[in-house]
């Protein structure tokens, strides 16, 4: 029988440098199998035995302790009822640096001051020299600064990791890179560390520009009998400029290619503090990297003093010059998403020609006249379609630009196409857009803001699921969001938190469906991984955030609900009325004025406070049952049953009407099961009456935009819910595609009728549209009784006209296909169910089918007489 494959450590694909303790495994069982019945797992000195066990996913390594640098060398074989497995290809694994133990190296930063020429944020070139007798078996490099930092062995640079350390929450947690420079080193002489170190995350942040630039950095040089050099920052390292003068992750880069760098021999004494190493640990994050290369689809002169390059794609990344011009040319890279009437950029929508005391997205560069140099910026990112590009001599053509696209470095998981090639646009618009803002954390834009928004990512988190493997990535943000969490529960706006306290005397943290990311993020990452140790880490997180909002609820009233009954009702214990709420940010109409932001201070957010607080503590309520929590179970059971009641008490009328009367609120009613049985058809109808008022657009905000499909398709009306997918006309998501949308809007008018562009053009959160494509029009459901894909299953609903659909998943267990067409007058559907799984199929026509692992296709007849 063949062997397992695809063998995992983690989340990761590339587990080098790793500080987990006990790492978990993870394989694939072999092709024509149904089921595993038992394992066997050697890593290094480890044999587990064989273990009876269905169990393929994270796995526990159970061998003894390991140490720094360790080198794990794993396989594991399996029996399934086709018998015995050959044992896998081996995988192998690289521990970091696990203990504050193992750490020599002094934290280092520069001298107080900015280094000669310095501009704007300064940046500092850090470095020492070491001799090296003999040859050396391996040598690994680990390194993490406060900022952004990259590496130089001799000359050239280490890995291909940018942005590094990444963003994290600075105070509890640092990110350790490793890297292998066996290659980079020449024995027999004289070796030159050189770090390169930029403000970048902490001087971005205002919450962590107190903290200042910093550097930690070891060297482990093992001889071929294994004996152990350690070399580490520390008084002997020396700190000057260099060619990059200042960088700023919203700013830009400043760079002189003029200028030499050799803060060895010319550079001043650094700093050497002491800091907490316990803090020190590795990303279970992939890194973000250079993924993808785009060559200009024009280059046009709106005015004789400038350029502009049009990628054709809005990215986050960089432009690589490759012509610079003769010496001592300085050229400007003005990096913005859309053109004005005359073609040239414009950065306004963005940030307002009175709001930008300083450059923004702005990089420069000053030639030194060297043939074949090139600039390329790696101590930023930018937001981009378009560059304007002032004081080149000479006309640039298409090879001397490349577009670079950065982000983290995630897998593949998730393909749609259709028959309607409008919709299979907008699906790569979502994903360009989900490119564009995974870039270490979950950004909302890559522009103006940057930062790791919580509701955004609660909202999108489903869609990205399907795209990407982003369960290493969610993670990495998790342990940030419960970092920063405040001892009384309350969850920030965003994680990490880049705020000083300041911000939030207008915005106070504690936002229903924000902070509720807490909860809900965790729970679809489980749904969708089956990491069931995720919940068990962020349970203190989860519960605090719960425990906080029932608190508010519980001792606090709005004034004009005390106002109107002085004597408070039973249910209103349970009613969550009170505190600032971004609420149903961004319906069609509504704008983000400072007017707007200071009625979500005063106003009365019951209706959807109240049901997140219902949503939060039922699905606590699960997270417990999972975990075998059984007082915790029955407790946040007992506070969503009251919270419901409190809810359909205040807010639900005995006809099945609402209050407030809005999409959003029969949305959230019906998506959250808020709504008894005996009234869905009422409340449905009601919703459906709104949709058509408004011309049958959509009416909804920020957090039920994405719940409002899948509401319309689970309460009979599938066609609405194609309607309002299909239209056309703004709001829309095509009228996106038609406007030539290449990544997600803001706004729904983010380019207006007259092709005048407003707010960021890359906000993922409307995108989570996709998962409709994903979970309805493909049908590929997970199923919480068989999480990470177990169990899942199968329920096409066709529509609008469609005659086809596709889609694919490369889950867990492995790739999982739906495939349905229109022939004659039946409906096909092929449907592949990986090894180790099992699918319920669910036909249109209502037939249901039990099916295991394989490949099979299924008849029934045809549901949406609209194609006939």
């Known amino acids: 029988m063949a062997a397992p494959h695809h063998l995992r450590v983690e989340h990761l694909d590339e587990p080098f440098g790793i500080t987990v303790a006990r790492p978990r495994l993870s394989w694939r069982l072999p092709p024509g199998s149904a089921r595993q019945e038992a394992y066997r797992l050697r890593?290094?000195?480890?044999?587990?035995?064989r273990v009876v066990s269905p169990r393929s996913l994270l796995v526990p390594y159970g061998g003894p302790p390991l140490g720094a640098g360790e080198r794990v060398e794993w396989s594991v074989q399996v029996w399934t009822d086709l018998g015995r497995s050959e044992w896998a290809e081996p995988a192998s694994w690289e521990m970091g640096l696990p203990h504050p133990g193992d750490w020599v190296a002094r934290w280092i930063e520069p001298p107080a001051g900015a280094p000669a020429g310095a501009e704007g944020t300064p940046v500092w070139y850090l470095g020492r020299s070491f001799d090296l007798a003999a040859e050396v078996s391996s040598a690994r490099l680990y390194a993490t600064a406060h900022g952004v930092y990259e590496f130089f062995v001799n000359g050239r640079r280490a890995g291909d990791m940018e942005?590094?350390?990444?963003?994290?929450?600075?105070?509890?947690?640092?990110?350790?890179?490793?890297?292998?420079?066996?290659?980079?080193?020449?024995?027999g002489g004289e070796n030159t560390l050189t770090a390169v170190l930029s403000g970048g995350w902490v001087t971005w942040t205002n919450r962590?520009?107190?903290?200042?630039?910093?550097?930690?950095?070891?060297?482990?040089?093992?001889?071929p009998a294994g004996a152990v050099r350690r070399l580490g920052t520390g008084a002997d390292w020396r700190a000057g400029a260099g060619a990059i003068r200042s960088a700023d992750l919203r700013q830009g880069q400043v760079t002189d290619l003029r200028v030499g760098s050799d803060p060895v021999g010319v550079g001043a004494p650094v700093v050497v503090r002491d800091v907490d190493l316990r803090r020190l640990v590795s990303s279970p994050a992939p890194p973000v990297r250079r993924v993808q290369e785009l060559r200009p689809v024009r280059i046009t002169r709106p005015a004789p003093d400038r350029q502009v390059i049009d990628l054709g794609q809005n990215i986050n990344g960089w432009i690589r010059l490759a012509r610079l011009g003769p010496a001592g040319t300085t050229v400007t890279l003005t990096h913005g998403e859309a053109v004005d009437t005359n073609g040239d950029l414009t950065i306004d929508h963005l940030v307002p020609p009175e709001q930008r005391a300083e450059p923004f997205q702005e990089d420069q560069t000053t030639s030194a006249g060297v043939p074949g140099q090139v600039f390329?910026?790696?101590?930023?990112?930018?937001?981009?379609?378009?560059?304007?590009?002032?004081?080149?001599?000479?006309?640039?053509?298409?090879?001397?630009?490349?577009?670079?696209?950065?982000?983290?470095?995630?897998?593949?998981?998730?393909?749609?196409?259709?028959?309607?090639?409008r919709l299979n646009r907008l699906h790569e618009v979502a994903v360009w857009s989900l490119r564009?803002?995974?870039?270490?954390?979950?950004?909302?834009?890559?522009?103006?803001?940057?930062a790791g928004w919580t509701g955004d990512w609660q909202v999108f988190v489903p869609a990205a699921a399907y795209l990407y493997d982003v369960a290493g990535f969610t993670t990495k943000w998790l342990r940030d969001l419960a970092a920063d969490q405040r001892p009384d529960g309350t969850v920030w706006h965003c994680a990490p938190n880049p705020e000083p306290a300041a911000f939030y005397e207008t915005f106070p943290p504690g936002s229903a469906g924000w902070g509720d990311a807490s909860v809900i993020v965790p729970w679809e990452i489980y749904l969708a991984y089956g990491d069931r140790d995720l919940l068990e880490q962020q349970w203190a997180s989860m519960t605090a955030w719960v425990e906080y909002a029932a608190r508010q609820a519980r001792e606090r009233r709005h004034p004009s609900r005390a106002e109107a009954r002085p004597v408070p009702a039973e249910h209103e214990r349970y009613l969550w009325d009170t505190g600032f709420h971004w609420g149903e940010w961004l319906e069609p109409g509504a704008d983000m004025s400072a007017a707007t932001v200071a009625l979500l201070n005063v106003a009365d957010h019951g209706a959807t406070a109240t049901a997140y607080l219902y949503r939060s503590a039922d699905l606590l309520a699960r997270v417990a049952a999972v975990l075998g929590r059984d007082a915790?179970?029955?407790?946040?059971?007992?506070?969503?049953?009251?919270?419901?009641?409190?809810?359909?008490?205040?807010?639900?009328?005995?006809?099945?009407?609402?209050?407030?009367?809005?999409q959003a609120t029969y949305v959230r009613a019906l998506a959250f099961d808020l709504v008894p049985p005996s009234l869905r058809v009422a409340a449905t109808a009601r919703l459906?009456?709104?949709?058509?008022?408004?011309?049958?657009?959509?009416?909804?905000?920020?957090?039920?935009?994405?719940?409002l499909l899948p509401a319309l398709a689970d309460n009979?009306?599938?066609?609405?819910?194609?309607?309002?997918?299909?239209?056309?006309?703004?709001?829309?998501?095509?009228?996106?595609?038609?406007?030539?949308?290449?990544?997600?809007?803001?706004?729904?008018?983010?380019?207006?009728?007259?092709?005048?562009?407003?707010?960021?053009?890359n906000h993922y959160s409307k995108g989570a549209v996709v998962s409709f494509l994903h979970r309805y029009v493909t049908g590929i459901q997970p199923d919480p009784a068989g999480p990470g894909y177990r169990r899942f299953r199968v329920a096409p609903h066709p529509g609008g006209g469609l005659t086809w659909a596709e889609g694919r998943h490369d889950s867990p267990y492995g790739p999982i296909e739906s495939h349905w067409w229109y022939e004659r007058d039946s409906f096909r559907l092929d449907v592949t169910v990986p090894p180790g799984t099992t699918a319920e199929v669910r036909l249109p026509d209502g037939q249901r089918h039990e099916m295991p692992p394989g490949r099979r296709r299924f008849t029934g007849k045809i549901h949406d007489r609209s194609v006939q």
Do not use: K
């Open 43 to 49: 890593a290094g000195s480890w044999d587990s035995g």
């Open 163 to 187: 942005l590094t350390p990444g963003f994290t929450s600075y105070p509890s947690t640092l990110q350790v890179q490793t890297f292998d420079v066996t290659a980079l080193l020449r024995p």
């Open 208 to 223: 962590f520009r107190d903290l200042g630039v910093g550097l930690l950095a070891q060297l482990h040089l093992v001889d």
């Open 376 to 421: 390329e910026p790696r101590h930023v990112t930018h937001g981009f379609r378009y560059v304007r590009v002032q004081g080149h001599p000479e006309d640039l053509h298409p090879d001397d630009v490349t577009g670079v696209v950065v982000h983290s470095d995630l897998r593949r998981t998730g393909w749609f196409t259709c028959g309607d090639d």
């Open 436 to 450: 564009g803002n995974a870039c270490d954390i979950p950004t909302d834009c890559p522009t103006r803001e940057r």
């Open 632 to 662: 915790a179970a029955a407790h946040y059971g007992q506070l969503a049953s009251a919270a419901r009641g409190a809810w359909q008490a205040e807010f639900l009328r005995p006809d099945g009407t609402m209050t407030p009367d809005t």
């Open 688 to 707: 459906a009456g709104l949709v058509r008022a408004a011309g049958t657009h959509l009416g909804t905000g920020f957090l039920s935009t994405s719940l």
């Open 716 to 761: 009979g009306e599938i066609g609405l819910a194609y309607e309002l997918l299909l239209r056309d006309t703004e709001p829309s998501w095509l009228t996106m595609i038609a406007r030539g949308a290449t990544t997600t809007w803001e706004q729904w008018d983010g380019i207006d009728a007259d092709g005048v562009p407003h707010a960021s053009l």
